[in-house]
């Protein structure tokens, strides 16, 4: 196969909810598609989640998806795990 058709295009939106019993976050990242033209898929502590009217993550090839389930585990972790966020630097 060629390469990958899907490239990683930017963060859509980031939410912390402190109220609550828990403290959820999630990001919302979009990706370019040749077959579909823009994706977004969301990500949280539970792994990858799809949005309402977005196409299924079944109809990508194994690597592909992998690809999108690292771009956002990678954009996760900068949002809320980076050193300036957690306070490590203060």
Not at 38 to 44: E, N, S, T, V
Not at 73 to 78: G, L
Request: proline residues 3%; negative net charge; hydrophobic residues 35%.
């Amino acid at each position: 196969m060629s390469e990958s058709a899907i490239n990683f295009h930017r963060v859509e939106e980031y939410e912390l909810r402190e109220q609550g019993p828990t403290n959820e976050r999630s990001v919302v990242c979009s990706f370019k598609t040749n077959r579909f033209g823009y994706l977004q898929i969301g990500f949280d502590e539970g792994g990858l989640y799809e949005l309402t009217n977005e196409p299924d993550l079944n109809m990508f090839r194994g690597a592909d998806k992998n690809y999108i389930e690292s771009a956002l585990a990678i954009a996760w972790r900068m949002i809320f795990e980076a050193p300036a966020k957690t306070g490590r630097f203060e």
